[in-house]
């Protein structure tokens, strides 16, 4: 077996970082591999080479680091780990479409033989096939490298076919991870886990059951500093071809015949393939496209999507997306999936809601407002929790029920395990070979294939987004896409 990985602590690497000076790299990546150090998870030799290009010195760089990445750190490890964290940085020069600077990294990475190195490409995709074909005039292509590829990959099927097969001319795909962070929080594991782990909830995962599922990624942030980026790809690419598909499989999927990184990745793939196509005539009535307008966030008024920098004032990108999904086969036939993502939002919330059929007849009381049916809500943000909603007789002389839930997330152990932030579990894993909880080519190609239409519509009828005050959940038209099958969303209800 692949020593690399084994071990609770991962092997020596080196970790490559392409768009080091950029927002993912200082907001996420940084911070994550800052956790990993100060957990003792990274090998001590491992180094982080970063690549930027802009002609910083190492100095100016590790000083941005100080402004910008520190302060937004937490815990009491922070001051005692830093000083060693950063020693391990390396920043370089590097400019994707000039060759001195991968000659540079190749003297670096070839001056010591790190059994593991990675390439983490957190740039725009149309440097990727560029990146690549640099690596490999100057040898870095070999065994020993792993690439890590940012979502959304291109911009629909073809054009990330065609990246995924130029990457494929340098990279084997058990070389390459396609990385979808919401696969590595916290919850979404236990979800395998707690489904999987138990008899309880498998016999009841099924159409006869489940009236609807429901999935929400809100959030109250707007476009932020990336609205260059965000105008050209919109909610349905950057959000729904990847996080939310995902979250959908990992909740539809039947059990893998093992843990291995293939048999979730196969199954994951039966249910996109499984996922009924929206013909161009429904997506009007089966998918809401907002776009928000002036309003408020955190109690202060907040611009609109077209006032932010960098978006232009005529913008039609989509910032919400609401859909009705529906999965083709025996265990969800008729069951339907909404999905919804939405910038500026009235909270911050991520959470999964399976909502299961009510009982055949009523024989008690039920308090007013409470919503019929068992519900299973797993939430990944802001805290993350699997709380299953049921209904119990009120105590006394009554038949009341009350609503009750129970908390399945942290069994009692009486230890404190430290919890992991996604993206630190899964650049652990790329560091120790871990193929599992990244996304396959085959996946992503299906989750392209069943976006396109959509996509392909609202470009043809010029569909414009629908308004939506920011600090709300999103156009009126989101909340009729369940009411008229008699639904409503999670919050609403
Ligand atoms: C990213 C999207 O993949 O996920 C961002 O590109 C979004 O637009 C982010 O803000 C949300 O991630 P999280 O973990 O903060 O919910």
Redesign the pocket.
Same mark, same amino acid.
């Given at each position: 077996m692949d020593s690399s990985k084994t071990g609770a602590q991962a092997p020596d690497f080196d970790f490559v970082l392409f768009g080091a000076t950029g927002d993912l790299a200082r907001r996420k990546l940084l911070p994550a591999l800052f956790d990993a150090h100060a957990a003792g998870a990274l090998h001590p030799r491992g180094r982080i080479l970063a690549l930027g290009s802009q002609p910083l010195s190492h100095e100016a760089y590790l000083a941005m680091l100080d402004d910008e990445v520190l302060p937004a750190l937490a815990g009491n490890a922070v001051a005692a780990s830093w000083p060693s964290f950063v020693e391990r940085i390396v920043y370089l020069q590097v400019d994707a479409n000039a060759e001195p600077g991968f000659d540079a990294l190749a003297e670096l990475v070839n001056a010591r033989a790190a059994p593991v190195v990675v390439y983490y490409l957190a740039t725009a995709p149309h440097l990727f096939v560029r990146i690549c074909e640099q690596l490999s005039r100057v040898g870095l292509t070999d065994q020993r490298s792993r690439i890590v590829l940012e979502?959304p990959l291109g911009h629909d099927l073809e054009s990330s076919e065609e990246i995924n097969s130029a990457v494929a001319r340098f990279f084997a795909e058990d070389q390459i991870y396609r990385i979808d %962070?919401?696969l590595g929080k916290e919850s979404v594991q236990n979800l395998m886990a707690v489904r999987f782990g138990n008899v309880l909830f498998e016999p009841l995962w099924r159409r006869e059951w489940v009236k609807e599922v429901q999935i929400t990624?809100a959030?109250e942030?707007g476009v932020e500093r990336?609205g260059n980026f965000?105008d050209g790809i919109g909610a349905l690419r950057?959000?729904v071809q990847? %996080?939310l598909l995902q979250l959908l499989c990992m909740v539809a999927m039947e059990p893998p015949t093992s843990l291995s990184e293939d048999a979730i990745r196969d199954e994951k793939l039966k249910i996109l393939k499984a996922l009924k196509p929206i013909q161009p005539e429904a997506v009007a009535e089966k998918v809401v496209r907002g776009q928000y307008c002036r309003g408020a966030a955190g109690g202060d008024p907040v611009p609109g999507y077209v006032s932010e920098p960098g978006i232009p004032a005529d913008s039609r990108t989509e910032t919400f997306v609401a859909i009705k999904a529906e999965i083709a086969n025996w265990r969800w036939a008729g069951v339907p999936f909404y999905l919804r993502t939405g910038?500026r939002m009235q909270s911050r919330v991520?959470e999964i809601v399976i909502h299961f059929h009510d009982v055949p007849c009523a024989l008690f009381e039920r308090p007013l407002g409470t919503p019929a049916g068992n519900r299973l809500v797993i939430t990944l943000?802001p805290e993350e929790s699997i709380r299953l909603y049921f209904l119990t007789k009120q105590p006394g002389d009554t038949q009341a029920l009350v609503p009750a839930s129970l908390d399945l997330q942290r069994p009692g152990t009486g230890t404190r395990v430290r919890r992991m932030g996604?993206y630190e579990r899964l650049l652990l894993d790329v560091i120790r070979g871990r193929l599992g909880l990244f996304v396959r080519r085959d996946e992503q190609v299906q989750a392209w294939r069943w976006v396109a239409p959509i996509l392909k519509t609202w470009q043809t009828t010029n569909t414009p987004p629908k308004l939506y005050t920011a600090g709300t959940w999103g156009p009126a038209a989101s909340s009729a896409l369940l009411s008229r099958d008699g639904m409503a969303w999670h919050e609403e209800m």
């Open positions: 979502k %962070h919401y990624i959030e942030l990336r965000y950057d959000m990847n %996080h910038k991520a943000q996604a």
